[in-house]
């Protein structure tokens, strides 16, 4: 993940858990406060306060570990309800576009001052125990998330949206060479 | 132990007892241990633990006392104190044959 070393120096002021966050948005090393760039005001996000200064998680990038955490795992086949992974599954074909999953997709987190909860909406395979999938689900981004933000996981909330069968998508036989 | 380490011992130890020919797969539900990165499949890391194994040997019962028992003293080594389920998946023909032939 190359992101990695970014969560952990100085988060951007930018608090709203969007799709769209682009690689300039992301402030540039521990020598910098929690002064936000230019005047943009301070909104949701993790706080986590010492002496020195504060730093601030925003909520995308919880949602962002939590959402990799999630996917991690290898019962996991897809995240997301069945518009956003629609939606997802559109943008990916349009050529030029980022090319990669959204790695937010399926995940919403509120994000307080030391806790997060997290909901994921996630697509298991048939035919495996759900019920596994999700323990190891829980236990990775509960793990993930304290580990990386310092934040401590209240509930992890995981809803089962569908489940994914071998033959849901038949690939058509090729017809010409 | 950390799980997955703990489901590769296991999984190493039970291929390992004579009359195992490798972990079963499950009849209907997929067994197994859920970790980033990976699994492993026909260890399951409930309460009992449950082995799923395919057997090359006949008579069974025999091999399912060797697996526990091998089972047991990889938990034993880990600390872990829970009982084991040991289910066997399948039999592989040729064990069969040579049964009914002999």
Known sequence: ?177 | MRREDLAHALATAVTDVPGVAALGAGTGIEPATYFPGGKVVGIRLSDPVEVHIVADEVPLPPVAVRVGAAAHAVLAGAGEDRAVQVIIDDVVAAALERRHRS
Do not use: C
């Not at chain 1, 858990?17 to 521990?30: D, F, K, Q, Y």
């Not at chain 1, 349009?94 to 994921?120: H, Y």
């Open chain 1, 1 to 177: 993940m190359p992101e990695a070393n970014d969560r952990a120096k100085e988060a951007t002021s930018e608090g709203r858990s969007v799709a769209t966050r682009t690689a300039s948005e992301r402030s540039s090393g521990l020598a910098d406060t929690g002064t936000p760039l230019g005047s943009r005001p301070m909104t949701a996000g993790a706080s986590l306060i010492t002496d020195a200064g504060s730093t601030r998680i925003s909520n995308g990038v919880v949602a962002k570990i939590a959402g990799l955490a999630a996917r991690d795992i290898p019962g996991v086949f897809s995240m997301g309800t069945g518009m956003a992974r629609r939606v997802g599954q559109i943008r990916s074909m349009i050529p030029g576009g980022s090319g990669e999953t959204n790695a937010m997709q399926g995940v919403s987190v509120e994000v307080g001052e030391k806790e997060a909860a997290i909901d994921l909406d996630i697509v298991t395979w048939y035919g495996q125990s759900i019920v596994d999938i999700s323990e190891a689900v829980r236990r990775n981004v509960t793990g993930q998330v304290a580990g990386m933000t310092g934040l401590k996981v209240v509930e992890v909330n995981i809803n089962v949206d569908d489940v994914h069968v071998e033959s849901d998508q038949p690939q058509p036989e090729q017809r010409v060479q």
